[in-house]
């Protein structure tokens, strides 16, 4: 069939749903569509062989249609189609007439570069859209995966036959699911319930990451920035300018048109696990409903019930999702399997404690007095004195948000807009409560305490025992060794100047940022010091830490910032309360497990000097840990924050935690510190910390990721399995992290889970401690990479000894940085 591109004619007019330029086709033509609109779509074969169209995005008149294809001579991925009447204009072309036409009518070229730099931006913006829909269906999957796990537990517990028996197909994803899982830190818990299924999807990460431009995409933007007429003489002079810039953007648009599809594929095959034949997850969530309604089931109920609900909120939330991103439809299945989990889903789960009620003295059997947190919500906004209207809008807002089943609804558009304008009044009454607190400094109620340190805000949300639990929890004594706040502790630290502010967001300081504030660039201030005191106030500071550090950091510790929400409900809660909140002394306890497997996590080289000594100039190692600030969240995740503060290379860095952690401790402590060990390093080597002629963790690391490809100590098996594992991440840092990890809890105890070139990149720059090293040097896989990495360090250690030994023989002694120093590098540790 003839597209509407090989047919040439000025002025056509064009019905709906005419074919533009097919999949596959060369546009040899230049096609200006003049007036009216046209989808682009992905084009996929149906189960029966028919063609199927998923629109991506629309263009809108004026525009040059299949300006890729166009301008590169290469086939098209894509599919346009008129969605409306359109007068489009197509003029048969080469290379050689485009230039002329360009260089005579420099309008219709600047058009043809903006039209196919915005199929790029619009492409690009449908893959983020894709990757979000793919992030959530898999989630979905992990619940169902874990769900199984607790139904079946024995096909988890033994491995596939080796006899050629037939496996059931879902039980490698569920298992690989888990895997994952697992590796996150993930625990499941027994028995299910469906707030924990909800908190284990959102456990797959769903951050809203900026997509960086490539060079070319860069200066193709600034150049269409550019005024029009000068534009005009740009084309005019230099026809092939345009032309070459708009031939740079086919190989991205190809690029991501293929990953877009690569992500509608693995959606229709997710499709056919969830709801088609007799192993679907469909049919087996059906199959344990049937059989608890016959009481022949082997599984627990409340396991039963706990997967059949979230089956069913899962096919409700993925339906529409799909539907809305590319109008896929769900592929024929068995509404009876569907109605009996529906059935299942509504059963009602065994009873829970009851929220405080009014006139409830204690819980039942702990005794513990709950009258002091009746009414929490409306003595804490009392408290706080925050304005009548503010207290009626809040209430007004709160109320509607607790009428939803789900208040964490990440796919409800009202939801989502509710739950952020209740987590922006919650700051503005934290605020003032702090502020009003931190001037006083008086004995707090106990509402107040809890609201301060763990979010807690209204009682009705809560069950007696999460309020008993909350009411009688330590904090713990922490050690001086590593400074432990919590977040009440931390601000009233910030308010008295024992510690700096933290950064924000985007790495400015307190100073730097008053200092971009366009209300003070005609202020003349230089340094800190230099800020008057109204500006540089206690207040001013906890406002600062409260907005730039504390507020984000509450929703990146939970794991899933589109679902957070800052007041803490038994929705957020999946485990018994008491196992999940941190103390001082269990964080102390984790980081020092850590320091005794990678004993030089926080040291760090800073300069050292000693005028009575005579020693001018020595680089030293120093263990300086980092402050790790406890806020109020609960949740899966601890943040790096900063390294440092400002220049001060003796300063402590922070790490902030939720005081509550649904997932493994020291999973989420050895990532916290892998992201540390990286930062730091970055730091410390400056502009050299990706030089590979320098040798440092980043550098030699960031190298690999680069070209291990090429790398002749790895098979070409292990090279693509590496390629296929590097996209799970979406940075160097996040592969490292992933590497610290499985190098942390693995190579350690001799089980080899790197390659050889990466397992020598950390032993060379993250040695074991001496109790591991000799173990491992015990095992032939270990004994050469061990060794050599023992040897870099006593070669530095042999380095310092002139030195060290003239400082001993004039000083009679050492100080006792430089023992410290020649014990680091003697690997004495």
């Not at 517990?157 to 996150?184: C, H, I, M």
């Not at 070209?707 to 098996?717: D, G, P, R, V």
């Not at 050889?756 to 270990?782: D, G, M, N």
């Amino acid at each position: 069939m003839q597209t509407i591109a090989e047919r040439s004619g000025a002025n056509q007019q064009i019905p709906a749903g005419q074919t533009i330029a097919a999949k596959g086709q060369v546009v040899k033509s230049l096609v200006i569509l003049q007036k009216g609109q046209a989808t682009v779509n992905s084009v996929e074969t149906g189960p029966v062989g028919q063609t199927i169209l998923r629109p991506l995005y629309t263009v809108n008149a004026p525009a040059v249609l299949g300006g890729a294809s166009l301008f590169s001579q290469a086939r098209s991925n894509l599919q346009i189609v008129t969605s409306a009447t359109c007068e489009i204009s197509v003029y048969p072309s080469n290379k050689e007439y485009l230039l002329k036409l360009i260089a005579a009518k420099p309008n219709i070229g600047v058009l043809a570069l903006k039209s196919v730099y915005k199929d790029l931006t619009d492409l690009e913006t449908k893959l983020d859209q894709a990757e979000h829909v793919r992030n959530q269906l898999e989630a979905y999957e992990l619940g169902f995966s874990i769900s199984l796990s607790a139904l079946l537990p024995e096909k988890f517990q033994t491995e596939a036959k080796a006899d050629g028996a037939f496996t059931d197909p879902l039980l490698p994803v569920a298992k690989r699911q888990l895997a994952d899982f697992s590796e996150r830190g993930g625990k499941i818990i027994k028995p299910l319930n469906i707030n924990f299924l909800r908190s284990a999807k959102n456990q797959i990460e769903d951050v809203d990451e900026k997509r960086f431009d490539s060079l070319p995409t860069q200066l193709i933007r600034r150049l269409l920035n550019l005024p029009p007429d000068a534009l005009s003489v740009i084309a005019t002079r230099d026809a092939q300018l345009l032309h070459t810039a708009a031939e740079s953007l086919t190989e991205l648009i190809t690029a991501t048109s293929r990953e877009v599809e690569r992500s509608l594929a693995a959606m229709q095959q997710f499709l056919q696990r969830m709801l088609v034949g007799d192993y679907s997850w469909l049919a087996k969530f059906s199959l344990q409903g049937e059989l608890m309604e016959s009481n022949t089931n082997s599984a627990a109920r409340e396991d039963i019930l706990a997967a059949c609900a979230f089956f069913n909120e899962g096919f409700a939330a993925m339906r529409d999702k799909l539907l809305s991103f590319a109008e896929i439809a769900y592929p024929p299945y068995s509404q009876a399997a569907l109605q009996k989990i529906q059935k299942a889903a509504s059963e009602p789960a065994a009873a829970k404690p009851a929220p405080v009620a009014a006139g409830s003295v204690a819980a039942a059997g702990s005794g513990a007095d709950l009258s002091e947190f009746q009414g929490s919500l409306d003595k804490i906004l009392q408290w706080s004195e925050t304005p009548a209207d503010k207290v009626a809008q809040f209430k007004k807002d709160w109320d509607t948000l607790k009428k939803f089943k789900n208040p964490l609804d990440a796919s409800d558009d009202d939801v989502r807009k509710l739950r952020r304008r209740v987590n922006l009044q919650y700051w503005d009454v934290f605020e003032r409560a702090i502020l009003k607190y931190l001037k006083k400094r008086g004995d707090l109620p106990k509402y107040m305490r809890l609201f301060f340190d763990y979010g807690f805000m209204d009682e009705t949300q809560l069950d007696a025992e999460h309020i008993t639990t909350l009411a009688t929890a330590s904090y713990g004594k922490g050690d001086a060794w590593l400074p432990i706040y919590t977040i009440t502790e931390w601000l009233a630290a910030i308010y008295d100047r024992k510690v700096s502010t933290s950064i924000s967001e985007m790495g400015l300081t307190f100073f730097e940022t008053l200092r971009q504030d366009p209300a003070n660039r005609d202020k003349k201030w230089r340094k800190e010091a230099d800020l008057p005191p109204e500006v540089n106030s206690p207040e001013a500071r906890v406002k600062f830490e409260i907005k730039e550090m504390l507020q984000m950091n509450c929703r990146l510790c939970s794991g899933n910032i589109s679902s957070h929400l800052n007041i803490l409900t038994r929705h957020q809660i999946t485990q018994s309360l008491a196992k999940v909140i941190i103390t001082k002394d269990t964080v102390v306890e984790e980081v020092k497990k850590i320091i005794q497997t990678d004993f030089g996590a926080f040291h760090r080289e800073v300069l050292y000097t000693n005028e009575a000594m005579n020693i001018q100039r020595e680089f030293i190692q120093v263990q300086i840990t980092p402050n790790i600030v406890l806020v109020p969240s609960i949740g899966t995740v601890i943040q790096f924050w900063q390294d440092r503060e400002g220049n001060d290379r003796m300063s402590r860095g922070r790490l902030i935690g939720p005081i509550m952690a649904t997932a493994d401790l020291h999973m989420m402590l050895l990532r916290a510190i892998g992201t540390y060990r990286w930062e730091m390093c970055k730091t410390t080597m400056g502009p050299d910390w990706n030089n590979i002629s320098v040798s440092s963790l980043t550098a030699d690391y960031t190298d690999y990721v680069q070209f291990f490809y090429k790398s002749k100590e790895l098979s070409e098996e292990i090279k693509e399995k590496l390629a296929e594992d590097m996209k799970r991440f979406r940075d160097d840092r996040a592969r490292f992290v992933n590497d610290y990890t499985v190098y942390m809890r693995f190579e350690s105890e001799g089980s080899q889970r790197m390659n050889r070139v990466s397992r020598k990149i950390f032993t060379k720059h993250v040695p074991f401690s001496k109790e591991i090293r000799e173990r491992l040097l015990k095992l032939p896989s270990y004994t050469d990479v061990v060794q050599k990495s023992i040897n870099i360090r006593k070669k530095k250690a042999n380095d310092l000894t002139p030195r060290y030994t003239k400082y001993e023989r004039e000083n009679k002694t050492l100080p006792k940085e430089l023992i410290e120093t020649r014990k680091f590098y003697n690997m004495e540790y």
